[in-house]
């Protein structure tokens, strides 16, 4: 069970959008920087967003973050197939260490 | 470029040890900081441990710790991964990856490969 919760899997259909959400706590997401990675099967994660909601170069803008209070959501528009991976949702508490949340796997119908 | 490459793993039997290695290039790799992070045969991302940029300070998960010691030579840009008393709960692709830096440190952003460690009778 993952201090990070969040939903184990989302769909949508291509060209819509979709919301990603990771429920924490005072103790971590409220007081620390949340990260997204994206994972597609038998490959390293990547990172999406930083710092709650910077995208590093390389990452289009269809992919955002956003951070209030003890949850954070990623966001995704103009779906597509090959968005189909793992998402999860990183940072830090301080007795705890790095935290990720359990992953949500997206579909894109 | 950033690179990371894992290697190491392999199948040890339980009670057994193994270290792993991560080779880095393309940065400055004795100012950052590093982490481990494992990941179970379908399921998700599980922090191991993490090194600051000179070795001298390291933190780990409650369950590695005092089997696992993190350690890195600056001089040969590797950081490594001291496993003992190995269980089968300890079966995982292992990666390494790079603490990322902007105006504060924010987490991983780059991540080797990985390497399979798989812990088995």
């Known amino acids: 069970q993952s201090v990070l919760t969040q939903p184990p899997s989302v769909s949508a259909a291509p060209g819509q959008k979709v919301f990603i959400s990771c429920s924490g706590s005072n103790s971590n997401i409220g007081k620390n920087y949340v990260s997204w990675y994206q994972q597609f099967p038998g490959t390293a994660p990547r990172l999406l967003i930083y710092e709650n909601e910077k995208r590093p170069s390389g990452i289009p803008d269809r992919f955002s973050g956003f951070k209030s209070g003890t949850s954070a959501i990623l966001g995704i528009t103009g779906l597509q197939t090959g968005d189909e991976a793992d998402y999860y949702c990183e940072t830090w508490e301080s007795s705890l260490g790095l935290l990720f949340g359990g992953g949500t796997k997206l579909t894109v119908l | 470029e950033v690179q990371l490459v894992e290697s190491g793993g392999g199948l040890v039997q339980p009670g057994g040890s193994l270290r792993l290695s991560c080779g880095a290039s393309g940065f400055i790799f004795r100012s950052y900081w590093m982490h481990w992070v494992r990941q179970a045969p379908g399921k998700g991302l599980v922090w191991v441990s993490q090194?600051?940029?000179?070795?001298?300070?390291?933190t780990y998960a409650d369950s590695v710790k005092g089997r696992f010691t993190v350690s890195r030579d600056n001089a040969k840009n590797t950081l490594y991964l001291q496993m003992n008393s190995l269980t089968v709960e300890d079966t995982a692709v292992y990666y390494c990856?790079?603490?990322?830096?902007?105006?504060?440190?924010?987490?991983?952003?780059?991540w080797g490969q990985g390497t399979l460690v798989t812990v088995s009778s």
């Open positions: 090194i600051n940029h000179d070795g001298r300070s390291s």
């Open positions: 990856a790079r603490e990322g830096y902007s105006s504060d440190w924010y987490g991983p952003d780059d």
